[in-house]
């Protein structure tokens, strides 16, 4: 099944393009390679409104459809994915709220982002990642609030976040029926951020651990009816994840094009002494086609 673009979004990808060449490709290099995640980077594109491409044109945001939105992402993913999934995970959050809040509670989250900040889905927990029901993380009633307590790991946008969604479990011998949602401001006291991970890959965007304790949420904060945020989850993890298929399908038609480059990090065995030439994906790859990708390094790190 072929895609065609209408006019509208062959200008908005175009214009996409050009800002991402200008504004972007020249710095994403030094910041991968530092594993770091500046603010200055990603006021481009706040300014362009990328954080506001899913926000419902009635909370103010742009109101794009998801196809359009994804083609803008792929666009972006060619500078770097890093970059493109930091502001993907806004929408991640933004989905459960506009799947399962009120209007209110819509309103509420797009007032947070609007001026550009991001949003962050703290789902997975230390020993509950492809498996959400054996999340520890609790919620206890209070009153008329909620106190929320456990450890959250790998949240993308964690140190960035103004705002998260998080998942607690409210009933914990329910199993997933006992799981519901929250709105949560990101400096809300008991909110303990941890060191952003020096991860292999998407070093541009940042992940960090994000443990709460004794947090407290009031009751309006709730996304639906308490216990019932399993499906929600897993519903807005569906919708994202053809946002990441369409990045990554761009890198599958790009990867036989590139040579193999393999990059050693400072201080590293391999760094300190190997030769480059006994480097050996040996189930992959025949060891006279290694030796000529890694005679490509050098060039590869100048594109």
Known sequence: MSLLYTDEQKELIAMVREMAENEIKPYVQEADEKGECPRELFDWGFRMGLHMLEIPEEFGGTGLSYETTAMIFEELAKMDAGYAISFVTSFVALRNVILAGTPEQGKYFADIVKPGRFAAFALTEPNAGSDPGAMRATAVKDGEEYILNGNKTFITNGALASVMVGFFKTSPDKGNKGISAFIIDADA???????????????????????????????????????????????????????????????????????????????????????????????????????????????????
């Open 189 to 303: 006291p008991g909110i303990t951020i941890g060191k952003h991970e020096n991860k292999m890959g998407l070093r541009i965007s940042n992940t960090t651990d994000v443990t709460f304790e004794n947090v407290r949420v009031k009751g309006s904060a709730m996304l639906g009816p308490e216990g019932s945020r399993f499906k929600l989850a897993l519903n807005a993890l569906n919708l994202s994840r053809a946002f990441v298929a369409t990045m990554a399908a761009w890198y599958r038609k790009k990867a036989p094009s590139q040579k193999l480059c393999v990059r050693l990090r400072p201080g590293s065995n391999l760094q300190r002494g190997a030769d480059l030439r006994r480097v050996r994906l040996q189930q992959r790859i025949p060891g006279r086609k290694a030796d000529a990708g890694l005679q490509s390094v050098a060039d590869l790190r100048g594109r």
